[in-house]
């Protein structure tokens, strides 16, 4: 396998991410936030390398006995237990599976995290659908998109938050909660590239949302004139250029932590291999966007830039710009650079590194969408 070293990135040596990871582990941060902690560490100290296969069969093995014991407890009619279980297996298969399916042995985690996922959620109020979409572009025809609906006990037409995340936190990770307790519905889904999209992402990927927006239309309890769209990490991206190329379809968008044009650099590239994210992140944003290798990523990364695409001078929807300011993964220059283009914009920037990190963060972000929907179609349900 081709590593980043061949076009200079650095290679970080298994005991510093062995060692981000615990860190992870211990604030309940991604891709450790359901994995037992004691089973987590003691993989991680004794694994001692980040050979794909070897690491997801490592963390598939510990996985799988949860994975049973809800089983056992379910059929003994133990939901609370069966619950329980089902998100430990789900969080080691997770980490399994982490940071991309791109191999063999990930891609077999990945399926089993999501059979984990809904036997948790058979447990969980309110419960979460699974809904498929015709992909309606021409790059995958007669693709299906894979959505998951969350929808409150209200009566009557919600507004809908459609949420992703980025290149190693699919549509399973999405955490709903806070705007279901503000009455939206949330539809998860992955961005392209990631998950069980059908097409890359591209210079065009966009397309993507065109069926999902159709979809929201065509349910009537679902309020396509009130849609937020909330992109996490690199699927701020997407959330930046939606907000852009279909502001006639959404009401608000917010890119968390996404970028925009620098984070396309080379130079940036090269830097961000020594920041905070924990390992491979140029052969997982390449494998997001059709490509295998850091030198690929370099290559291509470019072509990604929207300020160079013309996007960020065009009209937009209102959209929210939120961020860590020390972030390592995308620089907080994108953000800026947002701010200097377009339209006027909102942004919230708090301490710490990627995506921020405060109490008031997720409060700050639906606060935010009430407002900027609240006046569309007389007032928020």
């Not at 081709?2 to 604030?27: F, N």
């Not at 059908?198 to 397309?207: C, L, N, Q, T």
């Not at 997982?284 to 695409?309: K, N, V």
Request: hydrophobic content about 45%; some cysteine.
């Amino acid at each position: 396998m081709e590593t980043p070293s061949a076009r200079g990135l650095y290679v970080r040596p298994y005991g510093e991410v062995r060692d981000i990871l615990l860190e992870r582990l211990k604030a309940g941060r991604n891709p450790m936030d359901h994995a037992p902690a004691a089973e987590a560490r003691a993989i991680l100290d004794r694994l001692g390398t980040l050979d794909r296969e070897r690491w997801a069969m490592a963390f598939s093995a510990a996985a799988e006995p949860h994975y049973q014991a809800g089983l056992a407890a379910e059929a003994k009619g133990d939901g609370d237990a069966a619950r329980r279980e089902y998100l430990a297996a789900f969080g080691l298969f997770r980490v399994a599976r982490y940071p991309a399916p791109n191999s063999p042995a990930k891609q077999a985690a990945y399926r089993r995290s999501q059979d984990a996922y809904f036997k948790a959620a058979a447990f969980t109020e309110p419960g979460v659908r699974r809904v498929e979409m015709r992909y309606a572009g021409a790059a995958a025809p007669a693709a299906t998109i894979i959505a998951y609906l969350h929808r409150p006990q209200r009566d009557g037409r919600l507004p809908v938050v459609v949420q992703w995340g980025g290149i190693d936190s699919f549509k399973e990770d999405r955490r709903p909660e806070p705007y279901l307790a503000a009455g939206f519905a949330v539809l998860a889904m992955d961005m392209p590239g990631v998950g069980d999209a059908p097409i890359p992402g591209s210079e065009h990927a966009e397309e993507l949302w065109d069926a999902v927006f159709d979809w929201i239309a065509s349910v009537p309890d679902l309020d396509a004139g009130r849609i937020a769209v909330v992109g996490a990490s690199t699927g701020g991206y997407w959330a930046t250029k939606l907000a852009h190329t279909h502001r006639d379809r959404i009401a608000a968008a917010v890119t968390h932590g996404g970028p925009a044009h620098h984070a396309f650099q080379a130079d940036w590239i090269a830097r961000a291999a020594c920041g905070e994210y924990p390992f491979e992140l140029a052969e997982t944003l390449a494998s997001a966007f059709g490509r295998a290798t850091a030198t690929e990523w370099l290559d291509y990364a470019p072509c990604l830039s929207l300020l160079d695409q013309g996007i960020l001078d065009r009209p937009s929807a209102p959209l929210l710009c939120v961020n860590g300011v020390d972030d390592s993964v995308f620089p907080i220059d994108d953000m800026y650079l947002l701010l200097r283009h377009g339209g006027a914009k909102a942004a919230r920037f708090f301490p710490g590194g990627h995506m921020g990190r405060s109490p008031a963060l997720f409060p700050t972000i639906v606060t935010w969408l009430v407002r900027e929907l609240s006046p569309r179609l007389g007032g928020f349900a």
